[in-house]
């Protein structure tokens, strides 16, 4: 890969990684609701979910998608419903100190695993994903370029999306507040939900 393609695909990842998406949202509600330390099982499985997303569509996965177009339609439903799904428990997150009416503590950030495998029906990680090859990397490629668009790709995002989670944590005190944290809840969850229609509405 030259260099001054290797520049403008780390500019790529750095821009689609850092601007607001379902990962970057969920991240920020999760870093004001839970902190920064109990979030980062999430971002690291944001990362890395996504770098092994990027390496299983350079290696050829996407060409599923020319053989069975109707796959992409159902990747980017499924994930649009898992969305709804988590915008739901955000807008009904309490404050951390709360408990249900059995005792038991409330729900707490995502976990690594689940945070990778959402990846795989996330309609932005795969519009970055395939964007990425279309782009910027020629269908020719060997094994070890595809591997190192990855490994770019994965260097670059999980400083860009904990920003997010970082900057969550450093306004938690302002939402102590329950009704304070509700309403940003709220915003959070709409934000989430609002989010899907330029992804629902992108070409595969």
């Not at 750095?14 to 839970?34: E, K």
């Not at 992409?72 to 439903?77: C, D, I």
């Not at 915008?87 to 503590?105: F, M, R």
């Not at 944290?181 to 934000?191: E, P, Q, S, T």
Request: aromatic share 14%; glycine share 8%.
């Amino acid at each position: 890969m030259a260099i001054d393609t290797l520049m403008a695909f780390a500019l790529f990842a750095l821009v689609s990684s850092i601007t607001p998406g379902p990962n970057n949202l969920m991240l920020l509600a999760s870093g004001v609701n839970f902190g920064f330390r109990a979030t980062l099982p999430h971002m690291l499985g944001i990362s890395i979910g996504f770098m092994i997303l990027v390496l299983a569509v350079g290696v050829g996965l996407a060409g599923l998608f020319a053989v069975f177009p109707w796959l992409y339609v159902v990747l980017k439903w499924a994930g649009a419903a898992y969305l709804l799904y988590l915008a739901w428990n955000i807008a009904n997150a309490g404050p951390v100190e709360s408990k249900t009416q059995e005792g038991a503590h409330k729900a707490g950030p995502m976990s690594f695993l689940s945070a990778a495998a959402f990846q795989w029906i996330n309609p932005k990680a795969w519009v970055m994903a395939l964007g990425a090859f279309s782009t910027y990397i020629p269908a020719t490629s060997g094994f070890w370029i595809v591997a190192l668009a990855a490994g770019v790709f994965a260097v670059i995002n999980l400083p860009s999306v904990g920003l997010w989670a970082l900057f969550g944590a450093k306004v938690r005190h302002l939402l102590k507040v329950e009704r304070n944290l509700r309403i940003f809840n709220y915003g959070m969850a709409l934000l989430l939900v609002l989010s899907l229609y330029p992804m629902l509405t992108t070409s595969s």
